[in-house]
């Protein structure tokens, strides 16, 4: 697990790979989508070749997404699931935000607020694939009756909105956590920054 003395592994090469592919992903899923979503963010569809091509490679794009996702976020499950210390850092998190965490259970591998956000994104995911499915034409749309397309519509537009809302506030999360940003690029962090928002993880891996 260690590598250099002041550095400790935190992501593999390939679960790196996976959530760059599946960030460069859904940034062209939201940006096709948005152009798909109204006319007047119809511009946006120059970015994959066109109105048409937009429309075509959006789904494909989607399919991938789900597949490196799930390669990236599944395995991370038995990290995300939220115990009664979680609980106390959401209900504290001004507190935690003003660096004042007495009283909280040490942080694991993740804290509340990112958990809570995996599963909204795993969910998210889900709707978004299955709604998606429903009215993806001319593969599948016409098998399902027009009453259930329009509730796919609506949730596919619903969730998309929510995950675009969701990805902003995790990319910012994660800026703005400074000595974050290396995990995903370079795999590694340093153990001050192990020791100061993951205690309870250091503890098992540093
Ligand atoms: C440019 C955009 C993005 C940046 C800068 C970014 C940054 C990061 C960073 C720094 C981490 C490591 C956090 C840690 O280990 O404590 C991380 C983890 C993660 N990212 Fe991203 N990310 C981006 C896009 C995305 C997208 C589009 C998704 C999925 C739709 C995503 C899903 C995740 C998940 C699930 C984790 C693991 C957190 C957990 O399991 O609770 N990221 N990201």
Do not use: C
């Not at 940034?27 to 075509?56: D, K, T, V, Y």
């Not at 979680?86 to 504290?92: E, G, I, N, R, T």
């Amino acid at each position: 697990m260690t590598t250099r003395n002041d550095q400790i592994e935190r992501y593999t090469g390939s679960q790196r790979a996976a959530h760059w592919v599946s960030a460069i992903s859904f940034i062209l899923l939201a940006l096709s989508g948005l152009a798909l979503f109204h006319p007047a963010m119809a511009w946006l569809a120059n970015l994959l070749g066109g109105g048409q091509w937009n429309r075509i490679l959006h789904p494909f794009i989607g399919v991938l997404w789900f597949l490196v996702f799930a390669r990236f976020a599944l395995p991370l499950m038995g990290s995300n699931v939220i115990t009664g210390g979680d609980l106390k850092w959401l209900a504290q998190v001004r507190r935690v935000l003003a660096h004042d965490a007495s009283g909280i259970p040490p942080v694991g591998r993740y804290n509340g607020g990112q958990k809570v956000l995996y599963w909204v994104l795993l969910l998210g995911m889900l709707v978004l694939l299955a709604s998606g499915v429903v009215i993806w034409e001319p593969y599948f749309a016409d098998r399902f009756p027009v009453d259930l397309r329009r509730i796919a519509v609506l949730a596919h537009a619903v969730t998309a909105w929510g995950l675009i809302l969701s990805i902003i506030v995790h990319v910012t999360a994660s800026v703005w956590t400074a000595g974050s940003l290396t995990a995903m690029v370079r795999g590694k962090v340093s153990r001050a920054w192990a020791k100061h928002h993951h205690p309870g993880w250091y503890r098992e891996v540093g």
